[in-house]
């Protein structure tokens, strides 16, 4: 090859062409949100499930005395000790004034009369009888100034229609 001769030139390359290419994209999931009407609705049919299918017992907070109702460990005005075990029933009326064997008695006098009768017999037992129509206030302050008094054996008896 002839130096003279000249080798035509290559132009020169061109810095490959960036390609474009597509991307696709998925715009961005929304954070999960926590619902709670669903816990709700379990928490509910639970509730329902479990009232419907418990007992309901007859839970007596106070002993209430029953016919025949004697506990066998008290002693009995029988037993020649002295000090008789006598019963006492207050009535309750529905304007809240305890009665003692037909007397109306408020409530220094009641404690007075009950004073006495544990001072005689401290055995004796305290029935209270409140009527249908008395407030439960009326029940319980008979019940505190009782035991003010010092009746031990205290209980509350109703009436009931027999069948």
């Known amino acids: 090859m002839d ?16 390609v474009a290419v597509p991307v696709l994209s998925r715009p961005a999931r929304p954070r999960a949100l926590i619902s709670l009407v669903p816990m709700i609705d379990v928490m509910l049919i639970l509730l329902v499930f479990f009232m419907v299918t418990s007992t309901y017992l007859d839970l007596d907070m106070i002993p209430a005395a029953r016919r025949g109702d004697t506990p066998s460990d008290a002693p009995t005005a029988t037993s020649g000790d002295g000090a008789g075990a006598g019963t006492l029933l207050i009535r309750i009326g529905a304007d809240g004034l305890p009665v ?7 409530g220094p006098a009641l404690a007075d009369r009950l004073a006495r009768q544990m001072a005689d017999a401290p055995l004796t037992q305290v029935l209270l009888l409140p009527s249908p129509g008395a407030r439960t206030q009326a029940l319980i ?23």
Request: aromatic residues 0%; positive net charge; without cysteine.
């Open 3 to 18: 130096m003279d001769q000249t080798i035509p030139a290559r132009p020169p390359a061109a810095a490959p062409a960036a």
């Open 100 to 106: 003692l064997r037909g007397q109306r008695l408020d």
């Open 141 to 163: 302050s008979v019940m505190e100034t009782a035991t003010q008094a010092g009746v031990t054996r205290l209980r509350i008896i109703r009436l009931e229609a027999s069948p």
